[in-house]
């Protein structure tokens, strides 16, 4: 279970979001915030701040649990290294909204005012990255019986986000 700290909601919501857009971009996206990301490990069955006493079994069902609500199935992570424009923040956008400052937020929670204004203006994010979601086998993603489902997975679950209306109208020029 991942650590619990003032942001840690926030960093689930967020989590979730970025598994729902891998989902339907249907292609990796880059992981670039460091405290969504600091969120991702501490979830991941294995990680060092899974709570004591869980068992390997109980973290993979946690986390499974949590993708398949997100998302509806399984997000494997991956390492992969980058730099450059991220690509996914237009589609964050129509689907969600202006990125929240989490998004900028370091491991500690102190917010990359630098890069959080460029966004803000220019609506553009230019960051590196080291992970991010591994691209699911074709075969994983298709039911077994054409069209019906295969049982595996779950629907998405709907965003629940009383912010999911506003765009980023208060970006200047």
């Given amino acids: 279970m991942p650590r619990q700290d003032t942001h840690h909601a926030a960093a689930a919501e967020e989590l ?9 971009l249907d292609r990796p996206i880059e992981m670039w ?9 501490d979830m991941l069955p294995g990680s060092e701040t899974t709570e004591p006493g869980t068992s390997s079994s109980e973290a993979h069902e ?3 649990r949590f993708c398949i609500e997100a998302c509806g199935r399984r997000i494997t992570h991956a390492e992969g290294k980058g730099h450059g424009l991220i690509s996914w923040t237009a589609e964050y956008e129509k689907r969600f909204g202006e990125l929240p400052k989490i998004w900028f937020m370091n491991e500690g929670g102190v917010v990359d005012r630098p890069a959080r204004d460029h966004y803000l203006r220019t609506g553009m994010v230019i960051a590196s990255w080291d992970c991010g979601p591994l691209q699911p086998d074709p075969m994983e993603r298709r039911p077994k019986d054409e069209g019906k489902d295969s049982g595996k997975t779950a629907p998405p679950k709907p965003i629940r986000d009383s912010d999911k209306d506003k765009k980023t109208s208060s ?3």
């Fill in 16 to 24: 979730a979001r970025f598994f729902q857009l891998h989902v339907a």
């Fill in 33 to 41: 915030s460091e405290r969504i990301d600091r969120h991702w490990h």
């Fill in 62 to 64: 946690a986390y499974d």
């Fill in 171 to 173: 970006r200047a020029g």
